[in-house]
Structures are given as structure tokens and as C-alpha cells.
């Protein structure tokens, strides 16, 4: 057997971000935690294809981005901090040659941590055999894995969700002289969210949590190569049809042998993550055979039957309020129009150099359409308001631009609780829903009248009824148990029977 594992390589590109860490600005709203991209493609440019998959996974996170390569021999990943666009140079991409490849882009939820080594995917071995590994998600049952493990010989370097699974996956795998048997394992013990795309030199692995929380879908492309992605926006990008979603609790491995599918543990409750459909994944993908664009069309118009305004116009917080306002438009009559214009070219890693400059990040970001809103009655529609703060600064923005009213219209319930599923929104105290009545948040925020979607609303309005989602961070209830050292810190009420 050749010696592996000395070729095991990780790479920096060539773009410098160690810096950025310490200006990164704290979102106003819930931040997604990565999208992942894998394929099977022998004779193809799977670094390439996988470079645009992730271009197309871009919007679930802006911190960091990595490939890694299987060439036969072994795994070679690069990655570095920022965007897509800038972490890969053409030569990184040529020399990522090989027959199959996975992709990460990351959003962290572990507070400001933006450091290279945090970035994905992950490299390690077992035995002489490299694997890469890149996750979607977030387990709550790691620090228990890891005191339980630890007396059976497990060593683990860091606290990572990703580094716990692929430190699981290789010891199991070698207990078992069997990769899909260590993931079976692995499944078994970890608790959570996860969307796990993993490869060896040779072959492709994609699974998902039992309860399905974050999404991950199949495709196939028109030379007959196997595609998993986040999103379905993902197998677009690189002319893969959509086959199906992987089921909750399902694997599949895709080699020389084909495409192998497997129910590696029992299903749960279904229970994707709502928050999919009214902000995190883009508008053109297809979430349980439900487009995404049209789901929050319908939350619009569903607000505008049960809360419309006296207004003259109803624009949308872009992106993804806009689909909203032209629903409420379409369902009250009152006429739609641009009223916002986003600049694109501001990621997560902008920097911002200076203290008075930070303060006026929203302007940074968003630009009023002063002509078209000047003397106007407002209906803003925005998908959720977290922690208050960019609403308030919207808000203001827009009367200074001349809007003579102002109705904000939510196409969500109020955010009450904190998500551990892989989202960041912080503690229940930092959650403007959960501290302050809607009068209060109205008053805070500045507007002349506030109303939000009702869960039931929303649900019905993603047409996946009755299909059932994980809503926990609007009425408290988890689907999956969340052990109290995590709980601590972050909840200060009592879960479900609180929201409204
Ligand atoms: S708690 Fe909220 S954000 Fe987190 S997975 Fe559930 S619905 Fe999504």
C-alpha cells in the first residue's frame, strides 16, 4: 500500500484574510451556518464545477470558503477566509485536479472565530487513508461525546462539531475496517443538525441528520454524474436536474460502483428548518418540492389579508423581503416598487476600518430610492426582526429619505428563541420578540403600525403543508433534546407555550 497519508495536504490560497476577524460586524439578523457541494465526476473538472457550486451556495456563508480533491491517491484541500471569489485564484483551481471533490462556504456560530483553521473542509486521516469533511449544521451532544470517548482512547484537538464527526468517523471506520459502518456509528452517537458531504480519493458520501433540519438535495447532471448541494440552486449552477431531497437519516456514497443509498439510522419527526423558507435559502431553490420564491410570496399576501395598511406603496427589504412585498402588493392592490437598492458587493468579511464607520453599517448595505419613496405612505416588508437594531436604522433611513409613513410588515412570527441547530441568534435576552411586546418593538423600531405572519400562516404559506418543520425558535419547542451545559446561558424561559 502506498504511504497516504505523506501526501496529505492542506493548502492556503493565495488571498490574506488572518486580520478580519476583529471588524467583523455582529448581524442584525439570524446568520446561516454554511452551505456544502459534493460530486462524482471522473474525467470532469470537479474543482471547477465545485468552485461554481459554491459561488451558488454563497448567501449561507460569507466567512470562509474550501475544496477539497480526491484524485485516486489521496485528498488535497485548499481554503482560506472571505468569499468564494476571493479565496480561489485560477491556479488553485488547476491544481485541484482529480475525480471527485467537495465544497464548504462557512458562517461561523461560534461568536467572532474567524480563523483559518476553522474553515472547511475539514482534513484528516485514518490510518494511511485521508478523508475530507465538510458539515451543514450543528451538533448539541458534543461535549458529552467527547468526556464519554475520551476513556475509550479518543483523542480530540478541538471542540468542533466537524472535527468531532470526522474524529468519530475514523475511529469507527477502523474499528469496523469499514467507512460507511464508522458513519453509521457515528450517526448513531451524534446528536443535532447536520448536512455532511465527506470523501475519500475514490469515492463521495453525502448523509443527513434523522430529522432533517438543514436541507440537502441530490442531483444528476447531464453526462450522468452524481451532485449533492446544500441547495437546489446549487445543482443549477452546474447543470445538474434535481433527482430528490436525501431523506432524514439517509446515505449515499457515489464511486466507480454507482450511486449506493442506504437508511443509515431510523427517521425522526421531519423537522426542517423553517427559517429555510422565509430567509436563508435563495428564492430560485426548491426546498421538499416547494419553490422558495413562492413561499414567500404567498407569506406576503397571507400578510396583507390579515394585516394590510393605508398606504401608497409597498416596497421590500432586499433579498429576501421582496418576494413578500409583491405578494402583499398583488393581494391588497396597493402598487409594489423598489424602494431600497442593495450593494452585493458587501460580505461578511467587509472591513470596516473604523469605529464611527461601523455605526453606519446598514448604509453600507442598503441605499434608499429617495425619488420613489419622497412623501409616501410605506409598507415595508422584511422576513424577521432579531435583535432590533437594523430595523430601527431601516427605519430611520427611510423617513430620512422622505417616507411620510411607516408599516412594517414581518412574513414571520417573532424570533422568541435561540436556535441550536446551527443558526446564530444569540440568547434569549438578546432576542427583541422575546423581551418586548409587539407595541414595545414597534415603539423601539420607529415605525407608525408593526404586524407579523402567524405560524400557521407562515407554514401554510411554504405549500409543504402538512409537512412538518422544525419552528422551535418561534414557539419554543425543540425537536431535538438540548442538553442543559448548552441550554445554560442561552434560554432564560422555559421552553414551548410561551410564543405567540
Ligand atoms: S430553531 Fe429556528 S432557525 Fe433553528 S432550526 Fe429551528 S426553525 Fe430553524
Known amino acids: 500500500m502506498t504511504d497516504k497519508h505523506s501526501r496529505l495536504c492542506t493548502r492556503e490560497s493565495g488571498t490574506d484574510y488572518g486580520a478580519l476577524g476583529e471588524h467583523l ?16 465526476a471522473p474525467g470532469e473538472d470537479v474543482a471547477r464545477l465545485t468552485y461554481f457550486g459554491l459561488h451558488a451556495l454563497q448567501h449561507r456563508g460569507q466567512e470562509s470558503a474550501g475544496i477539497a480533491v480526491g484524485d485516486g491517491e489521496t485528498v488535497t484541500v485548499t481554503k482560506n477566509l472571505g468569499l468564494v471569489s476571493k479565496v480561489f485564484r485560477e491556479s488553485d483551481l488547476d491544481s485541484l485536479t482529480g475525480s471527485v471533490a467537495i465544497g464548504h462556504t462557512r458562517y461561523s456560530t461560534t461568536g467572532m472565530s474567524t480563523s483559518w483553521e476553522n474553515a472547511q473542509p475539514h482534513l484528516s486521516a485514518i490510518g494511511h487513508q485521508v478523508i475530507a469533511l ?14 464519554e470517548l475520551k476513556g475509550n482512547g479518543i483523542r480530540f484537538r478541538s471542540t468542533t462539531d466537524s ?3 470526522a474524529t468519530l468517523i475514523g475511529h469507527y471506520t477502523q474499528v469496523h475496517n469499514h467507512i460507511r459502518e464508522g458513519i453509521r456509528e457515528t450517526m448513531r452517537l451524534i446528536k443535532g443538525a447536520y448536512s455532511v458531504v465527506l470523501i475519500t480519493e475514490d469515492a463521495l458520501y453525502a448523509f443527513r441528520d434523522p430529522y432533517g433540519v438543514r436541507p440537502l438535495v441530490l442531483g444528476k447532471t447531464a453526462g450522468g454524474h452524481w451532485v449533492v448541494a446544500s441547495e437546489t440552486c446549487g445543482l443549477d449552477i452546474v447543470g445538474a436536474e434535481h433527482v430528490r431531497q436525501l431523506e432524514p437519516g439517509e446515505m449515499v456514497k457515489v464511486s466507480a460502483d454507482g450511486l449506493e443509498v442506504e437508511r443509515a439510522v431510523p427517521a425522526e419527526k421531519p423537522s426542517l428548518c423553517v427559517f429555510e423558507f422565509v430567509y436563508f435559502a435563495r428564492p430560485d431553490s426548491v426546498l421538499n418540492d416547494c419553490t422558495v420564491y413562492e413561499a414567500r410570496r404567498q407569506m406576503g399576501a397571507a400578510l396583507a389579508r390579515s394585516a394590510t395598511a393605508d398606504a401608497d406603496l409597498v416596497i ?15 393581494e391588497s392592490g396597493i402598487p409594489y416598487g423598489e424602494g431600497l437598492i442593495k450593494n452585493r458587493y458587501v460580505g461578511r468579511t467587509f472591513i470596516s476600518p473604523t469605529q464611527s464607520i461601523r455605526q453606519q453599517g446598514i448604509k453600507l448595505k442598503l441605499n434608499p430610492l429617495r425619488h420613489a419613496i419622497e412623501g409616501k405612505r410605506l409598507v415595508v416588508v422584511d422576513d424577521s426582526i432579531v435583535r432590533g437594531n437594523t ?9 430620512d429619505a422622505g417616507a411620510t409613513e411607516v408599516h412594517m410588515r414581518i412574513t414571520s412570527p417573532p424570533v422568541r428563541w435561540p ?16 423581551t418586548m411586546s409587539i407595541d414595545e418593538v414597534a415603539e423601539h ?8 405572519l402567524s405560524l400557521e400562516d407562515m407554514v401554510s404559506a411554504t405549500g409543504c403543508a402538512p409537512y412538518e418543520f422544525c419552528l422551535a425558535c418561534f414557539d419554543g419547542a425543540y425537536p431535538i433534546d438540548i442538553p442543559d451545559e448548552i441550554r445554560k446561558g442561552k434560554l432564560s424561559l422555559e421552553p414551548c407555550g410561551e410564543a405567540g
Open 163 to 165: 472535527e468531532v464527526i
Open 25 to 40: 460586524e455582529r448581524p442584525d439578523r439570524p446568520e446561516e451556518a454554511c452551505g456544502v457541494f459534493g460530486i462524482y
Open 445 to 452: 423600531i420607529g415605525v407608525d403600525s408593526l404586524a407579523y
Open 391 to 399: 430595523s430601527r436604522k431601516l427605519v430611520q433611513l427611510l423617513r
Open 316 to 330: 421590500g427589504v432586499p433579498d429576501s423581503g421582496v418576494p413578500g412585498a409583491v405578494g402583499f402588493a398583488e
Open 419 to 434: 436556535c441550536f441547530f446551527g443558526i446564530d441568534t444569540d440568547s434569549q435576552e438578546q432576542l427583541i420578540g422575546s
Open 134 to 147: 465538510a458539515h451543514n449544521g450543528n451538533l448539541v451532544n458534543t461535549h458529552e461525546l467527547r468526556e
